[in-house]
């Protein structure tokens, strides 16, 4: 069974720094770009950022460029979302996921 | 960035048919952004339906169907069911970067 599981989620003031976690199981996260994606509440979704197989190449929403850093680590079978400078903005739920599959999300909340 | 646009809110009878649609501000919508259709429901996580224009993964009920149409990406339900009631996202690849349109409400009634 396909399952990716974030963590790392929490309340942090703003200004602050989070990084999230997303690991795979069920399938090899090497085969795949990766992104992740958020849902503030009560919103649509937003993609965030996403990242190529061998991690050489990675996108992101203009509101998260030089704020956000994705990462993997294919032999963890794992993604990251490094997060600084967090704004209230940012209060979202955050999805890792795969072109198939989604994770359940973990919530970051901006706030002081 | 590029707009991502659809419709804000759609009704159907049960056993009938709707087209949802995606638009792109830069124009008309190709394969070669890859779209993508996906379901969320209250407090879940979305589910992806739709890949690749028209392509369906394994969970994906008959009865949903992806095309081009009209410049668009576009999401047909043939013969809607209750369960069917949730809201749908698409997403457009250009060239690296994703964009979600803002959503479809269906309702089914």
């Known amino acids: 069974e396909v399952q990716l599981v974030e963590s790392g989620g929490g309340l942090v003031q703003p200004g602050g720094s989070l990084r999230l976690s997303c690991v795979a199981s069920?399938?090899?996260?090497?085969?795949?770009?990766m992104n992740w994606v958020r849902q503030a509440p009560g919103k649509g979704l937003e993609w965030v950022a996403n990242?190529?197989?061998?991690?050489?190449?990675?996108y992101y929403v203009d509101s998260v460029k030089g704020r956000f850093t994705i990462s993997r680590d294919n032999g963890k079978n794992s993604l990251y979302l490094q997060m600084n400078s967090l704004r209230a903005e940012d209060t979202a739920v955050y999805y890792c996921?795969?072109?198939?599959?989604w994770g359940q999300g973990t919530l970051v909340t901006v706030s002081s | 960035q590029a707009v991502v646009t659809q419709e804000p809110s759609l009704t159907v009878s049960p056993g009938g048919t709707v087209t949802l649609t995606c638009g792109s501000s830069?124009?008309?919508?190709?394969?070669?952004?890859?779209p993508f259709w996906f379901q969320q429901k209250p407090g879940q996580a979305p589910r992806t339906l739709i890949y690749?224009?028209?392509n369906k993964h394994s969970w994906t009920p008959a009865r949903f169907s992806g095309s081009l149409l009209g410049g668009k990406a576009a999401l047909t339900l043939s013969g809607a069911q209750p369960e069917d009631e949730a809201e749908y996202f698409c997403?457009?690849?250009?060239?690296?970067?994703?964009?979600f349109g803002g959503g479809t409400k269906l309702t089914v009634l």
């Open positions: 996921a795969s072109p198939g599959d």
């Open positions: 069920g399938f090899t996260l090497s085969n795949y770009w």
């Open positions: 830069t124009g008309v919508v190709t394969s070669g952004h890859y």
């Open positions: 997403l457009l690849s250009y060239s690296g970067p994703r964009v």
């Open positions: 690749d224009t028209s």
């Open positions: 990242i190529k197989r061998d991690g050489n190449e990675k």
